[in-house]
């Protein structure tokens, strides 16, 4: 009986993802939706002090080539762009394994 309902699961899924395909696939520059000129931040003043990463986080070497793979993604998409130089305020991000998938998820800590 599990079996049966997992099975039933996985072929919701795949219908969903291919009713909704332009939501799961994956993020292209062709795929991006803009209205206008790329969005900014503006942060009000404030007693908060800017936290800075001053160094980027290494992703562990089991996940290096696929983190190296979807940041190399995101940025031809447009989704993320390079800084060479310093910033007021900086989060740190990492990868995480995706489940039941061989792709990572980029995460940002904002605590």
């Not at 795929?31 to 800075?52: F, W």
């Not at 562990?60 to 080539?65: D, G, S, V």
């Not at 696929?66 to 940025?75: F, V």
């Amino acid at each position: 009986m599990a079996n049966s309902k997992v099975a039933a699961l996985a072929e919701k899924m795949a219908r969903l993802k291919r009713e909704y395909k332009e939501i799961f696939n994956e993020i292209t520059r062709d795929q991006a939706i803009t209205i206008g000129e790329p969005m900014k931040i503006h942060l009000n003043k404030s007693d908060e002090k800017p936290y800075k990463a001053y160094t980027a986080r290494r992703p562990p070497r089991a996940l290096q080539e696929r983190a190296d793979k979807l940041m190399d993604n995101l940025e031809k998409s447009g989704v993320v762009s390079r800084v060479y130089w310093p910033t007021d305020w900086c989060s740190p991000g990492m990868f995480t394994p995706k489940p039941h998938s061989d792709k990572v998820r980029l995460v940002t800590d904002y605590t």
